[in-house]
Structures are given as C-alpha cells and as structure tokens.
C-alpha cells in the first residue's frame, strides 16, 4: 500500500540513500530489497545491482579478526535471518580484486509496511583498524623497553654464572666430574638466557591476531616469569590463580601486552611500594538492565595500593595519549591499548580506583567454549 504516494521500496530508498552509512535491505527470501549507493560502493554491485543477497556476496568473503574465512550461512545477515541475535561485528573483507577493506556489521530484524527481513548496516573502518594496531604497536615497544630494563639485571646474572663456570672449569687442578658440573651450570644459564632474548623478540615483533583456545592461569604464569624482575623489594606481589576455569578463545600475545600494561602501570603507581595483586576468577553470565544477557566471562584483575585515580578522570583513562605521569614517563598509550585490545576480545575492562585508595583493573574474557581444565587436559 503506497503512504504519501510512494511505495514501501520508494519510501525505503528516499529515507535510506541520505543516511551516511552503508545500508541495506533483505527480506525472508534473501533478496536484497534495497541497498542505497554507499553499501554498493562499499561491497561491490555498483555497476550491476545484484538481486538476492547471495548474488551480492560473490564480490567479496569475510573473515573473522582471526584470519578464518567465515561461512556464508554465518554472515551477520544470514543469521539474523533465522532469527538469531546478532552481535556488533568486526569482520575483514577481501574483494576479487584482492583490496581488503575492515568493515564494522549490525543486523537487525524487522517487519514493517508489509515487508519483513534485515536491515544492514555497515561501517567502514579501516583507517580505525590500521591506527588501533600502530598504537598497539608503539606500546608494545614501550613496555618491551620496559621489561628489557629489567631483565638487563638477570641477564648479567647469567653471563657472570657462565664466564665464572667456564673460567673454573678451565682450572689446573680440577677432576671430570667437576669440569661435568660446571659445564652444566654453562648449559642451564645459557638456555635460560636464550629463552629470555626470544620471548623479548617475539613480544617486540609485529603481531597478527592469532586466536587460539587458551587457559588463562598459563598465561598470566608466563607473563608474571617475565616481568619478575621489575619487582622491586618493596612490592609485595600476590598471585591468586583460580582452578579449573574453562578455556577463552584469545590472542596469547596479545593478553600478554594487556597484561604487561597494566603491571607496569601498577608498578608505577606505587613509587614508595605497596601490594600488586594479580587474580583470575570465574564471572557467571548476567543479565544487563536492558535485559541482554552478558555471557560467562574468565577475569583476570590486577589490582594495587597505589596513589589511585581521581572519578573524575575515568572516563578519559582509556583516551589515546591521556596520562597522568609526569611529562617524559609515558606515551598515554597503554590503557587506550588495553581497551583496543579487550575490544577486539569481544571483552570489557572495569576500573575501580580512588585517590590513596589504590586502583584495580578486571579484564573479563568471554567464554565462548565451555570447557573445564581438566576436559582440557585430556584433549
């Protein structure tokens, strides 16, 4: 039925060609009911407008922020479509021409003038994407100059045990046995020296997203070995790792990066010493005022007695280059990385700090694969 002489199909393209974004239509039956000019520009099908939805995809395929090429019937539309909720979704488009684009997708069901399907909605974010992992890189070296300060210590440590090994195991008077003993001592230096150096490499290099199914209580033990040295005397640092907590789908090295921000941050805020507490939990799935539902979510919080962060400066923690070091001991990039990261994790940070009361910082995870540390342990 026409409202004010147009058809639905006409009132749709008056109203959505002017909107500013990427959008379009899709009814029951997968045909593509409307796409104004941006959202063909975006995706390809300027030229020939495709006719059903599917016809439409053949200009492009998407992946995940992993790298995996996600299924046609898992596109945001499709499964809106039958009726699922779809979350906001960060997916790379990769074009038959080979140029790729990040593109952020809502889909939302709806009926309305008779028609019923989903509406598109699509974001092209590619410069945001490209400036998110320059700064994640740029913090990167940062706390990678960091730790390397700290390990300068241990690995003098090292090459003292193996030059003061090797210098006795030369000795005149020394039987086989002793020389065996010293050799040894040389061996385990070296490779423990050796495994320092490579993981500085790998934290340093340039890191694609690679998600893998991983126990958290693993990393942050990994995390904790390499940032040992940056314990000072006056720090007391407490580890309360929870058991058995189910597997996260993450970036290994990127928690790594979160979580190395945030130890140095704590660090740093604690001039005089103080308590650094470093836990992980199990946080069961709420429901939201708003009636959505936050699915189980691994935490991981570190928290510490430090001079704490004024309310009012909360909200602007996560700003790239904020900070509230002195001029010269901080680029304002670690927490806008942490909050990049947990992003792109589908996860949430929550702070709770005050001035003299010290601050805390809970990275939760969702959990997308419910399985336990002992099923995984028999895998």
């Not at 390397?148 to 020394?174: C, D, F, P, V």
């Not at 010493?273 to 189980?296: C, F, N, Q, W």
């Not at 691994?298 to 923690?317: F, M, N, R, W, Y």
Request: include cysteine; charge should be negative; proline fraction near 4%.
């Amino acid at each position: 039925m026409p409202i004010f002489g147009l058809h639905p199909e006409g009132l749709l393209e008056t109203i959505f060609e002017e909107i500013g974004v990427a959008l379009a239509v899709v009814d029951q039956q997968q045909n593509l009911v409307f796409a104004n000019k941006i959202a063909l520009d975006l995706l390809g099908g300027a030229e020939h407008r495709p006719a059903t939805f599917r016809e439409w995809h053949t200009h492009y395929r998407l992946e995940d922020a992993a790298g995996r090429e996600i299924r046609v019937e898992n596109y945001p539309a499709m499964r809106a479509l039958r009726g699922e909720r779809v979350e906001t979704q960060e997916v790379h488009a990769i074009f038959s021409n080979g140029s790729s684009k990040w593109l952020l997708v809502w889909a939302y069901p709806f009926s309305a003038m008779g028609l019923s399907g989903v509406i598109l909605i699509t974001v092209d974010e590619s410069v945001e994407v490209g400036l998110r992992r320059a700064v994640s890189q740029l913090q990167r070296m940062e706390s990678l100059g960091a730790v390397a300060a700290g390990l300068t210590h241990n690995l003098n440590n090292m090459l003292e045990t193996i030059m003061l090994s090797a210098e006795r195991a030369r000795g005149e008077a020394i039987s086989i046995e002793e020389c065996h003993v010293y050799l040894d001592q040389i061996s385990v230096a070296a490779a423990r020296a050796a495994d320092l150096v490579r993981r500085l490499m790998q934290f340093g290099r340039t890191q694609e997203m690679h998600f893998d199914r991983l126990k958290i209580n693993d990393v942050v033990s990994g995390v904790l070995q390499l940032v040992s040295s940056l314990f000072r005397d006056n720090v007391v640092v407490k580890v309360d790792l929870a058991p058995d907590l189910p597997l996260v789908k993450a970036d290994a090295s990127q928690i790594e990066q979160v979580l190395i921000n945030l130890i140095v941050n704590a660090l740093d805020a604690m001039p005089r010493g103080g308590e650094l507490r470093i836990s992980t939990a199990m946080e069961p799935s709420v429901e939201t005022l708003k009636g959505e539902k936050v699915p189980d979510s691994v935490s991981i919080t570190v928290a510490d007695t430090g001079v704490g962060i004024p309310k009012e400066l909360h909200s602007l923690i996560f700003d790239p280059f904020f900070t509230t070091k002195p001029a010269g001991q901080g680029t304002g990039l670690g927490l806008s990385s942490v909050y990049g990261i947990i992003r792109q994790h589908r996860g949430s940070v929550k702070v709770q700090s005050a001035p003299g009361a010290g601050s805390a910082f809970a990275i939760l995870l969702p959990v997308e694969m419910q399985i336990s540390m002992k099923e995984s342990a028999a895998d």
